[in-house]
C-alpha cells in the first residue's frame, strides 16, 4: 500500500499551487481520500476529502471557496487546487485513506494509509 503525495513548494500570498496524491496498493474506490495539513507546533488536522466511488467533497472551513479537491479515478490519484493561498496555510500536507464514514470527521486515528507529506510554505 502506498499513497505518494507531491506539488508542494514555495509561493506568495495570493498564490496556488495544485497537490497530488497518487494511491496504489490497495482498492481505491473502496476509500475516501482525505487532506490533512500539520502546520509548526501544531496538531494534524483534516481540510478536505472526496469520496472516490461517488465524487462527493466535504471542505472544512478554512479550505472552503479557495481548496478544490478531485479525484481521477483511471490514474487513482487525488489532487488539492489550493487557490488564494494564505500565510496561515503554511503546514506539510499529507493525504490519507479512511474509510468513507469518516470523511466528514476526519479524524486522524480513522486513518487507514497515510501518504508521506509535501511542504507548502506561503509568504507574505
Known amino acids: 500500500v502506498q499513497l505518494q503525495a507531491s506539488g508542494g513548494g514555495s509561493v506568495q500570498a495570493g498564490g496556488s499551487l495544485r497537490l497530488s496524491c497518487a494511491a496504489s496498493g490497495f482498492t481505491f474506490t473502496d476509500y475516501a481520500i482525505g487532506w490533512f495539513r500539520q502546520a509548526p507546533g501544531k496538531v494534524r488536522e483534516g481540510v478536505t476529502s472526496?469520496?472516490?466511488?461517488?465524487?462527493?467533497?466535504y471542505y472544512r472551513g478554512s479550505a472552503k471557496g479557495r481548496f478544490t479537491i478531485s479525484s481521477d479515478n483511471a490514474r487513482n490519484t487525488v489532487y488539492l487546487q489550493m487557490d488564494s493561498l494564505k500565510p496561515e496555510d503554511t503546514a506539510v500536507y499529507y493525504c490519507?485513506?479512511?474509510?468513507?464514514?469518516?470523511?466528514?470527521?476526519?479524524?486522524?486515528?480513522?486513518?487507514?494509509?497515510w501518504g508521506k507529506g509535501t511542504q507548502v510554505t506561503v509568504s507574505s
Open positions: 472526496i469520496d472516490t466511488s461517488d465524487g462527493s467533497t
Open positions: 490519507g485513506a479512511l474509510r468513507r464514514r469518516w470523511r466528514l470527521t476526519l479524524p486522524i486515528n480513522r486513518v487507514d494509509f
